[in-house]
């Protein structure tokens, strides 16, 4: 089933990219545990995005990837 239908067109991405380190491991549930500034950036980003956008940050912008 196409994700338009399951969601009657009310769904509506915002995704914010970046660059940088980070560091996994094991949470002690045994799931991944991730850390670093870059998600806390990327997050911010996808915060500010307006529906249906991507935004870039600088790092990830000029790094050309």
Same mark, same amino acid.
């Given at each position: &089933?196409?994700?338009?239908?399951?969601? @009657?067109? &009310?769904?509506? %991405? +915002?995704?914010?990219?970046?660059?940088?380190?980070?560091?996994?491991?094991? @949470?002690?549930?045994?799931?991944?545990?991730?850390?670093?500034?870059? %998600?806390? @950036?990327?997050? +911010?980003?996808? &915060?500010?995005?307006?529906?249906?956008?991507?935004?870039?940050?600088?790092?990830? @912008?000029?790094?050309?990837?």
């Amino acid at each position: &089933q196409h994700i338009a239908e399951v969601f @009657a067109g &009310q769904l509506a %991405l +915002r995704l914010g990219v970046e660059t940088g380190e980070v560091v996994v491991g094991r @949470a002690p549930d045994g799931g991944p545990s991730l850390a670093g500034g870059v %998600l806390t @950036a990327a997050a +911010r980003l996808g &915060q500010a995005a307006k529906p249906g956008a991507i935004l870039v940050g600088e790092r990830a @912008a000029a790094s050309g990837g």
